[in-house]
């Protein structure tokens, strides 16, 4: 072992320059002080900041399971996966929607958007009003952007009672009373039933089968023989 030939320490006092314990790299930018220590992540329900709170985080929450509801079906999509579409802490899923059948009930709203368009086709009184509500519904299944998440909830309540259970409450709730309570004739209920039951089939045989000639047909054509049998349902006593 080799020293100081005196027998002393470094002239500095401390260790050599070539970088001992006690050799520290220099911040360029000066001094900091104390390295403070990290934070550690908190678990549950993060942060309110721009990017996971207000309208624009619930926006993409909801567009996001409109997607991954139509490319996975209802089976396979979670609120984990929803959340990460959305750029999201899936906390903030279930504090603005609750349960994945809450989500998938409101994926199905964004849709038909019943709280806009319900008033406008029972506004104007009886009159017409199988023809504006075949247009209605005929108009949201021809939009490709609703079409998509719509056949997923039609193909899976086929084969999953919960996606069943939600689009019941939803068609009956949202749709179905509503259009129940402007009729002014007995079975009021029964009879908008027997109209989505006309409209479902025919989602039915030209979305989800594609059941020709159908299928192909011009949706005016559909919007003019379906109308008759829809004002019948909802007006003739």
Do not use: C
């Not at 390295?35 to 929450?61: C, L």
């Not at 004739?185 to 989505?196: G, I, M």
């Not at 020709?212 to 004002?231: C, F, G, N």
Request: overall charge negative; hydrophobic content about 40%; aromatic content about 6%.
């Amino acid at each position: 072992m080799t020293g100081d030939p005196t027998g002393g320490t470094d002239s500095t006092g401390g260790a050599d320059s070539t970088g001992g314990a006690d050799d520290v790299p220099t911040d360029p930018a000066g001094p900091t002080g104390p390295t403070e220590p990290a934070t550690p992540k908190r678990r549950g329900r993060p942060s309110r900041t721009a990017e996971t709170t207000g309208p624009d985080a619930r926006t993409r929450i909801l567009e996001a399971a409109r997607n991954e509801f139509a490319e996975r079906g209802y089976d396979k999509t979670s609120v984990r996966g929803i959340a990460k579409a959305a750029g999201v802490d899936s906390a903030l899923v279930h504090h603005y929607f609750g349960t994945k059948d809450e989500v998938f009930a409101a994926a199905i709203e964004l849709s038909f958007e019943p709280a806009l368009e319900i008033p406008a086709v029972l506004g104007e009184g009886t009159d017409g009003l199988g023809e504006r509500l075949a247009r209605y519904f005929v108009a949201v299944w021809e939009n490709p952007a609703s079409r998509a998440p719509l056949l997923a909830v039609m193909r899976s309540a086929l084969t999953h009672e919960a996606a069943a259970k939600v689009l019941r409450g939803f068609v009956l709730r949202r749709l179905l009373e509503r259009v129940a309570e402007a009729l002014d004739v007995p079975d009021a209920t029964f009879r908008a039933e027997l109209a989505a039951s006309q409209m479902l089939g025919i989602v039915m045989l030209r979305y989800v089968i594609r059941a020709e000639p159908l299928a192909s047909a011009d949706p005016e054509e559909i919007i003019a023989m379906v109308a008759p049998t829809l004002q019948r349902y909802l007006t003739e006593s």
